[in-house]
């Protein structure tokens, strides 16, 4: 079973974020109200969390300063 919850922003390990034409609608559809659905992460390290999915979801959570945002965790072995 996975495991969702909310964690820090800050915790999250990105390659890189991407500001783009999706990532400010985005943030629009945020602001007037969207929900979004969890982003995906693996443990790594102490506390820290991999990125495997959601990248523009984190950006626009960034933009609109939101600290927290929801998470389905997965093992670090599994592919899906």
Do not use: C, W
């Not at 991407?18 to 992460?41: H, Y």
């Not at 820290?48 to 933009?63: I, M, S």
């Amino acid at each position: 079973m996975r495991i969702i919850k909310l964690i820090n922003i800050s915790e999250i390990i990105v390659d890189r974020y991407s500001i783009s034409p999706e990532t400010l609608s985005l943030v629009d559809f945020i602001r007037g109200g969207g929900i979004v659905p969890p982003i995906k992460v693996q443990m790594f390290g102490s506390g820290q969390y991999k990125l495997k999915d959601g990248r523009h979801r984190v950006t626009a959570f960034k933009l609109l300063g939101i600290k927290q945002i929801e998470a389905k965790f997965y093992d670090s072995d599994k592919k899906d």
